[in-house]
């Protein structure tokens, strides 16, 4: 069952269908025809009578001298999706040219909706062209073609829809069949293209007619000009504005020859006749003023059957001009032809349309066999401009200033190729600012095999010119006598350019980029490194672990960061798996070694080799203190992921070895490793401080990350919460109780902490008791948050303890200090009413919106009044009593 087109199809009804059927003159009245439409015969043709009703189409040939009647006659087939739309449908008689008779069906489908995809579009119309067969060829009506107009299938920007198109000649009409498509157009202007042709000779449709696509009322408004035999040769201009984009019809498609600047090729129109109609589309650039055309007819070595336009059109989006040849240029060989406008135009698009030609009467006419075929031709189009008899160089240097005549010279060398583009770079720091930046825009015109090596160097030097301004701004840091502190350098138009033609061009900038970072100065091997590893990462790991080699601090950091950057990239782990490789990883130094095991992180693990190349390492003697505290990030990496060599060696280095930064290293990546807890749980009490500090941090994360902490481990820290010396330790191990899952001993621990002297461990104490709801200390928290001579941090931390305790008796207490906070003494009050506020949002009583209408007031601080109703807007955490 076929489909219905008001589901399937895209209809686009836009002004290309419009003007065509306008220019048909067959719109009308669309009621049903009830009664038959009767052609009467012509001279070789027979008659024709059509009926339409809701039951289909019928049509009957009847003889020369019969009266004709639809009666008894074939009934034509339409599509299931038609006949709902046969009851609109009309019959249009037409006659041809010679005299003989065509009916066009049309049945609209206005009366359907538009697709979402063209709102406002009409449905289009199902036509169809019949015809009486000729005398003596049969008794059955002909269906000459049948299909949807109007209706555009096809991406945008690439629809096409059939047309029906009947122009009015002198005597009858001819009538055409063709296609409207959205990328070929007159300069915006619809124009039917692929059309065939209804032959009155044969009531057949013949391919390749040709059309006047242009309006008639658009024709005879048109500027008249005449063109000017030009004998000597013109120069030919080093830049070239127009680009051929489309065409009617061209002999072996060869339209773009027209503006190649070779005399010896031409485009050449493929139809039938003189070509009247057919096109080339081109397009320039609307900042470039065209004050004329130059033009050369015929090419060096001929066209077989070729003739010279007489008459031809000039089109923009909103001009036409009419261009007479006064002579037979077919005739004049070396002759070219110059076209001045009336005034310098400037637009997107441009199209030459043919008219007239210098051909004999009736050559190519498909009613004359014998006539010999034409072909119309132009060899050569060419826009004058203001810029001809330049050079490339000239053209660079009206860049500079940025104007309305660099934006036009910047369009022409943006057109005009590789000697332009190299002109641009030759030129490109003779240029201010404004000029480089339309500089820029030409190169970015070239192959990226041109633009590479350009664009690496400005990211060399950009990167360069940007640390130096980076240096300069630290060095006026505010020291005494000195001025102020510089505002950060503005970010570089040129190096974000740089970067951004670069990776564009992907993975054929990685050879120059790998030259900058083996060769180039440390800012530039960084910037190199990191475009290089995002651009080529599979390229960039074996150059970097190169420069690595020779690299020290900053630059060695950055550079690490960048291998760490491309190791993370799928395209880069069949060479990962190279490099790890011992045979291939011994031949590096060991600095490079520990480099690239450190950028790979946590994918080491899922990396071929990587545990064997680890051990190759750790167990290599001696082991000086570098490698051991540099090898804990693998370790880790591997522990993680089952490697039991790498687990035990993160082990011992966090137990027994004897330099206390690489046990504190050990400390700071086991906590992600869960077999390593109860090691950790012992480093908590290891003699040197900052041991223990890395220890009980890396057990609050594992805690807070939902790990399992080893049995003892809320007794170990509160061991270090009540008596280890140092504050910091203290505070840690409140943090990490607060963390665990909640305990008896592990609260009371939080609970002796509030008398501890620091308030910062008072703190987190809090925060831990808030954590674990600890309701059975709830006095104890009461008092922290009552006490007026407490610090003000404890007592917002205790006021919000006690509302993740739901407490409820402290609800006016928090009413108070909320709205002391409107008109605050200090910051004592303000810090202590948002506490109490959000505490309010936790409990939310009842009677919250009352408690907190003062602070909806106008004259309440903006800050304050969002607290207050976000509280207000805050979920219940609570269940009311």
């Known amino acids: 069952m076929s489909r219905s087109p008001f589901r399937s199809r895209r209809r686009r009804v836009g002004a290309a269908v419009v003007v065509i059927a306008a220019s048909s003159n067959l719109l009308g009245n669309a009621a049903a025809q009830v009664a038959p439409v009767v052609l009467p015969h012509a001279a070789g043709q027979q008659a024709l009578a059509v009926r339409i009703d809701p039951g289909g189409i019928t049509a009957r040939a009847c003889p020369a001298a019969a009266a004709c009647a639809p009666d008894g006659g074939k009934v034509l087939a339409v599509p299931s999706e038609v006949a709902p739309l046969l009851g609109g449908a009309r019959v249009v008689p037409i006659t041809l040219a010679d005299g003989k008779h065509l009916a066009k069906i049309e049945a609209p489908a206005a009366g359907k909706p538009a697709p979402a995809s063209a709102p406002g579009a009409a449905g289009g119309s199902w036509a169809m062209l019949v015809a009486a067969p000729l005398a003596g060829k049969g008794t059955e009506p002909i269906v000459l073609w049948s299909g949807w107009t109007g209706v555009a299938t096809g991406e945008h920007g690439e629809g096409r829809s059939d047309a029906v198109v009947v122009e009015p000649l002198g005597s009858g009409s001819r009538v055409l069949v063709g296609q409207l498509r959205e990328d070929v157009t007159i300069c915006g202007r619809p124009a039917l293209v692929g059309a065939s042709e209804v032959d009155p000779r044969t009531m057949t449709l013949l391919k390749g007619a040709s059309f006047q696509n242009l309006p008639a009322e658009e024709r005879r408004a048109a500027g008249k000009l005449v063109a000017e035999r030009r004998e000597a040769g013109a120069a030919a201009p080093a830049f070239r504005l127009l680009r051929p984009t489309a065409a009617s019809s061209a002999v072996g498609k060869r339209f773009a020859e027209i503006a190649d600047g070779d005399p010896k090729t031409a485009w050449s129109e493929g139809k039938a006749g003189a070509g009247r109609g057919e096109f080339v589309s081109f397009s320039s650039a609307d900042e470039v003023g065209i004050t004329g ?26 001009r036409l001009f009419q261009v007479s040849l006064p002579e037979d240029a077919w005739l004049k060989e070396p002759a070219g032809y110059e076209v001045k406008l009336p005034e310098e135009i400037r637009a997107s698009c441009l199209a030459v349309v ?29 826009a004058r ?9 000239a053209l660079v240097g009206a860049l500079a200033g940025g104007g309305e005549r ?30 480089k930046q339309l500089a820029r825009g030409v190169i970015d015109t070239a192959p990226c095999a041109v633009q590479i090596p350009f664009f690496t160097a400005r990211l060399a030097s950009g990167a360069a010119a940007a640390a130096s301004g980076a240096a300069a701004a630290r060095s006026t840091s505010g020291a005494p006598g000195r001025a102020p502190r510089a505002a950060a350098p503005e970010p570089d138009p040129e190096l974000h350019h740089a970067r951004d033609r670069i990776r564009r061009c992907g993975r054929a900038a990685a050879p120059a980029l790998a030259e900058i970072v083996k060769g180039g100065a440390a800012t530039a091997k960084v910037a190199a490194a990191r475009e290089l590893a995002l651009v080529a990462p599979a390229e960039a790991i074996p150059a970097l672990l190169d420069a690595l080699a020779g690299a020290r601090g900053a630059t060695r950091r950055d550079l690490r960061a960048a291998l760490a950057l491309a190791a993370r990239s799928e395209r880069a782990a069949p060479v990962v798996e190279e490099e790890v490789q011992i045979d291939r990883l011994r031949a590096r130094p060991e600095g490079a070694q520990l480099d690239l095991l450190r950028a790979l992180g946590p994918a080491l693990g899922r990396v071929k080799g990587g545990g064997a190349a680890f051990q190759a390492l750790a167990s290599a003697a001696p082991a000086p203190f570098e490698r051991r505290y540099l090898l804990q990030a693998p370790a880790a990496a591997l522990a993680r992921a089952g490697e039991a060599p790498a687990e035990a060696y993160l082990r011992a280095s966090l137990r ?13 990546v086991a906590a992600e490793v869960p077999a390593l807890a109860q090691d950790l749980l012992a480093a908590a ?3 040197d401080v900052r041991v223990r500090e890395a220890a009980i941090v890396a057990l609050s994360r594992a805690a807070s990350a939902g790990a399992k902490l080893p049995a003892g481990a809320a007794e170990a820290l509160s061991a270090r919460l009540a008596s280890d010396p140092w504050t910091f330790i203290r505070g840690g191990a409140a943090l990490a109780i607060g963390a665990m899952p909640a305990t008896p001993a592990g609260d009371r621990a939080l609970v002796g902490a509030l008398a501890d002297p620091s308030p910062e461990v008072r703190r987190h104490a809090l925060d831990g008791l ?59 009050d303000q810090r202590l009413g948002s506490a109490a506020l959000a505490a309010l949002g936790a409990v939310h009583p009842a009677d919250l919106p009352a408690r907190l209408k003062p602070l909806l007031d106008k004259d309440t601080p903006h800050g304050l009044r969002e607290t207050a109703r976000a509280a207000l807007a805050a979920a219940p955490q609570c269940r009311r009593r």
Do not use: N
């Not at 050559?363 to 060419?382: K, L, N, W």
């Not at 401009?385 to 160089?393: N, P």
């Not at 070895?657 to 504190?664: S, W």
């Not at 922290?784 to 008796?809: H, Q």
């Open 685 to 687: 009490s290891d003699a």
């Open 385 to 393: 401009t203001a810029f001809d008899g330049q050079g490339s160089g």
């Open 406 to 435: 660099s934006r036009a010279a910047a369009a022409l060398l943006a057109r005009s190729g590789p000697e332009a583009v190299e002109a641009a770079i030759a030129g490109y720091d003779k240029l201010d600012a404004a000029g």
């Open 770 to 828: 808030g954590a674990h709801r600890a309701t059975a200390h709830i006095e104890a928290v009461r008092d922290r948050a009552e006490d007026k001579e407490e610090d003000v941090e404890v007592r917002a931390r205790a006021i919000l303890a006690l509302g993740a305790m739901c407490d409820a008796s402290s609800v006016d207490l928090w009413t108070r200090l909320a709205l002391r906070a409107k008109a605050p003494i200090g910051e004592r």
């Open 293 to 318: 055309l130059g033009l050369r007819i015929k090419p060096q070595d001929g066209v077989d059957g070729g003739a010279a336009p007489r008459t031809l059109f000039v089109a923009t989006p909103d």
């Open 656 to 668: 027994k070895d004897a330099d206390p930064h690489v046990r504190l290293r050990a400390a700071e």
């Open 354 to 382: 043919l008219d007239e030609a210098y051909a004999p009467r009736g050559a190519g006419d498909r009613g004359a066999p014998s006539a010999p075929e034409v072909r119309v031709t132009i060899a050569e189009i060419t």
